[in-house]
């Protein structure tokens, strides 16, 4: 089965600009994530859908980042502005809904550099 | 809050040995799960191993193993003959049954020597 696909893989912007990422899960998947890793840390979660509700965004900071699965399927996470300290890997994983013992699967990731 | 603890920043292991990668873990869940991912240079994150808290056996993934302790709250991953290609980043990652989010360690970064 085909894995969970990211686009771009790579983006460099300057700051004060917009970036959008985009994300498709594996098939059939109903929970979302995306996380930011920084460069030298673990993933930290921004966002996490089940279908195409929200489930937690807790930390999102909403007053640049946001993001959205219209439909359950795909997403799309976006900044505006950037800023330096965004630069990171954007990762998105998907997860079969409900269960223990069921792992995360992680798309190759997004690497924003943001000047 | 859960909090994952990885003491390692870093290791050098002679290819062929076994190695421990350490990780000790905080929670109030009384249900949970415990991950090990191994993230190489390419960025991808891979899943190596599960452990449930209520498991009564460690569990074990070919080369992985991992040494689960319940009460002192710590869940080592056990790498047995490492390879050359085991050379990557490896997290550990506490997720609640409640919500199915994952807390993640700061990793520890294996290199293996030939």
């Known amino acids: 089965e085909a894995g969970v696909a990211q686009s771009p893989r790579y983006k460099i912007i300057e700051k004060r600009q917009s970036v959008a990422f985009w994300c498709n899960p594996i098939s059939g998947h109903a929970t979302l994530y995306w996380y930011q890793q920084i460069l030298g840390q673990g993933p930290k979660l921004l966002i996490q859908?089940?279908?195409?509700?929200?489930?937690?965004d807790s930390q999102l900071p909403k007053d640049r980042f946001s993001a959205e699965r219209l439909k359950g399927v795909d997403s799309t996470l976006k900044i505006q502005p950037a800023k330096l300290e965004d630069s990171a890997v954007y990762l998105c994983?998907?997860?079969?809904?409900?269960?223990?013992?069921?792992?995360?699967?992680f798309g190759p990731g997004t690497r924003l550099t943001v000047l | 809050a859960q909090k994952i603890t990885q003491t390692q920043p870093g290791m050098f292991v002679q290819e062929k040995e076994a190695v421990t990668l350490d990780c000790t873990y905080d929670?109030?869940?009384?249900?949970?799960?415990l991950f090990w991912y191994k993230q190489p240079s390419s960025g991808e994150m891979i899943f190596l191993i599960y452990?449930?808290?209520?498991d009564q056996q460690n569990a074990t993934e070919g080369r992985y193993s991992l040494n689960f302790q319940k009460a002192r709250k710590s869940a080592n991953l056990v790498i047995s003959a490492s390879q050359l290609g085991d050379s990557a980043m490896y997290f550990c990652a506490h997720e609640s049954d409640s919500n199915y989010q994952l807390i993640w360690g700061a990793g520890t970064k294996l290199i293996i020597k030939p």
């Open positions: 994983a998907s997860r079969p809904s409900g269960g223990k013992n069921n792992e995360q699967f």
């Open positions: 929670t109030s869940d009384p249900s949970y799960g």
């Open positions: 859908f089940q279908n195409n509700g929200v489930v937690d």
């Open positions: 452990q449930g808290s209520y």
